[in-house]
């Protein structure tokens, strides 16, 4: 997401990435829940630490939420998922897989999905990388009552597919 966010910034465009690596394949990882991609944005800028690594890290007791900036957020990413994927070649060589199915059966994800795409053989998976945000949204978001009437609204979700022909969100 990071280099595709470049692109979008307009210091490279994903026509150059063809040119550039006319026979790569990509790994397109998105995360159904926009909320939850919000709180994890926000727990990194509250804290400093994007990524972590080590157990010195510490989740704050809780953050606070702009309904506005949320739906800035969702607008934003929405947007950015649906260029990337109205690439006819970008859908040619990528799979796509959301963070979630990632998290949860990481090898049963890369066993079904990313060996075979890559088509290399069933190898062993891991990471140093830790999930920072371990509560929910109710044990984490300062104004809970606000926001909860939104958590199942499609607005906060999304959903991607190449099996079909329609990107839904």
């Known amino acids: 997401t990071v280099f595709f966010r470049v692109a979008i910034d307009g210091l490279i465009v994903l026509d150059d990435l063809k040119g550039l690596f006319p026979t790569a394949r990509f790994i397109i990882i998105y995360r159904r829940s926009l909320l939850d991609q919000f709180i994890s944005l926000k727990i990194a800028a509250k804290t400093n630490v994007w990524q972590w690594i080590d157990n010195g890290f510490k989740l704050p007791d809780s953050i606070n939420i ?5 739906d800035g957020f969702c607008r934003e990413v929405r947007a950015f998922y649906e260029d990337v994927l109205a690439s006819s070649w970008v859908r040619e060589r990528s799979v796509i897989v959301n963070y979630e199915e990632l998290v949860s059966d990481p090898r049963g994800l890369f066993n079904r999905t990313v060996f075979p795409f890559l088509g ?12 920072q945000n371990t509560k929910r949204p109710s044990e984490i978001i300062n104004q809970y009552e606000e926001i909860k009437k939104l958590i199942d609204e499609e607005s906060l979700r999304q959903d991607y597919s190449f099996e079909q022909d329609t990107v839904m969100a």
């Not at 702009?66 to 949320?70: G, H």
């Not at 290399?120 to 999930?131: E, G, N, Q, Y």
């Open 66 to 70: 702009d309904l506005q900036e949320l």
């Open 120 to 131: 290399v053989p069933v190898s062993k998976i891991w990471s140093v990388t830790k999930k």
